[in-house]
């Protein structure tokens, strides 16, 4: 699954092209990436490229209603150059049109297999411009269709962020049991294998979602049992955790050290019931804290305050009430994994879409005692998908929860 591999800089761009590719980015996004390999235009050298390394000789073999999409827009970028096209891409164009129906076309609710890959610098402060020296792959079943009763099989933004968070700072997990609520295609939990952490729970509320995540964590080569069974390493689970029947008894059994979740702040009607389970797992009622006045002076107690967050977020001018979190020192692990003896912490990565639902969310937050922090800006992870155009990093926020004890 991880390969490491020494890449010449001037490579980057043909990595570029077919990790877009393999990631069924948008056809006009893996175009431009061709024509930039070209340099400035799609040329035969490209396109036998393309047939030989995207399309004839992956392992990953793209679904055909992208295929037919992907050679339709590179046919007619092509010819519309005035350069001859390749006999084929026109053959394999052609059976596309055979194979696939406009109306499955038009569907787009099958799922399909997207591999991503996060291209590590040798330089990790400077990701933009420095040479890849290393990629992890992760391969997943998914779908397309984001809205369309399959949300829980496709790729989200934040899911995405919080991916690249991990990744970025695994020794923030170090050491640590760590639990996802609303896991997904289990992307999180791939990318969690990669760190130290002692355990690993993903959990969803949806059986046809959890079943799709063992799916996918098989192809990744971390094999796990369904609702519970634990395997003889006893450090991946895959969990049926509905929020609103979800005992109280039942969750503390878990005590994480981390809770992570990805863009589960959507839905009004299911707030109630994050909030509670959010609250239970934070929850420590045996936890003394009294060790971070003992003169200790690599304690960290952070001044929380609740105030206007002066940044701007993707909910536009809107105000956004939300404690923001201020690192002092070296913004690394020990300000953000609970060390010994202290309270556990959840990063949930959220696009606030509908304002009002945000405040919500905090508003019920508030009253369980929780504290919502934005990190966004002082721990920012590394770019570590640049040839995923249709992710719009800008727009994901990062928080920060903790339980305020009095």
Not at 67 to 96: A, H, M, T
Not at 148 to 168: A, K, M, Q, R
Not at 281 to 309: I, T
Not at 361 to 376: G, R, Y
Request: proline share 4%; charged share 25%; with cysteine.
């Amino acid at each position: 699954m991880e390969k490491e591999e020494e890449l010449q800089e001037s490579s980057t761009p043909c990595l570029h092209l077919v990790s877009a590719f393999l990631a069924c980015e948008p056809p006009d996004f893996v175009v431009s990436f061709a024509r930039d390999f070209g340099g400035g235009s799609i040329t035969e050298r490209v396109q036998s490229f393309i047939w030989n390394v995207c399309i004839n000789k992956s392992d990953v073999k793209c679904s055909l209603p992208y295929l037919k999409r992907f050679l339709k827009k590179l046919i007619v970028e092509i010819e519309s150059n005035g350069d001859v096209v390749l006999d084929e891409l026109y053959e394999k164009y052609i059976y596309c049109l055979a194979s696939v129906k406009d109306d499955e076309l038009a569907k787009g609710s099958t799922r399909m297999l997207r591999r991503f890959s996060f291209l590590f610098p040798k330089d990790c402060s400077q990701a933009s411009s420095c040479q890849i020296f290393r990629k992890l792959e992760v391969t997943l079943q998914c779908s397309l269709n984001m809205l369309e009763g399959d949300t829980g099989c496709s790729i989200w933004p934040s899911g995405l962020f919080l991916s690249e968070f991990i990744l970025s700072f695994p020794e923030v997990f170090s050491d640590k049991s760590c639990l996802e609520v609303g896991s997904g295609v289990g992307l999180v939990g791939v990318c969690l294998a990669q760190t130290n952490c002692s355990k690993v729970i993903l959990t969803d509320g949806d059986l046809s979602t959890l079943a799709n995540m063992k799916l996918n964590l098989d192809l990744n080569q971390l094999g796990t049992d369904m609702l519970g069974h634990k395997q003889k390493n006893n450090t991946l689970q895959c969990l049926y955790l509905p929020w609103e029947s979800a005992a109280e008894n039942e969750l503390r059994e878990f005590m994480p050290d981390i809770v992570l979740g990805a863009d589960v702040i959507y839905d009004p009607l299911c707030l109630p019931h994050l909030v509670r389970v959010l609250a239970i797992l934070l929850k420590r009622e045996d936890l003394n804290l009294h060790h971070l006045n003992n003169g200790c002076k690599d304690s960290y107690l952070p001044d929380h305050r609740c105030f206007e967050s002066e940044e701007t977020s993707s909910a536009g001018d809107l105000d956004v009430y939300v404690g923001k979190e201020e690192i002092y020192g070296d913004p690394h692990a020990e300000h953000l994994s609970p060390g010994l003896g202290q309270e556990p912490v959840a990063y949930i990565a959220s696009v606030i879409r509908t304002i009002d639902t945000f405040n919500y969310f905090l508003s019920l937050a508030e009253k369980e005692k929780l504290l919502v922090s934005d990190i966004t800006e002082t721990m920012k992870p590394l770019d570590l998908l640049p040839y995923v155009k249709s992710y719009q990093r800008s727009n994901v926020r990062m928080f920060k929860i903790s339980y305020l004890h009095k």
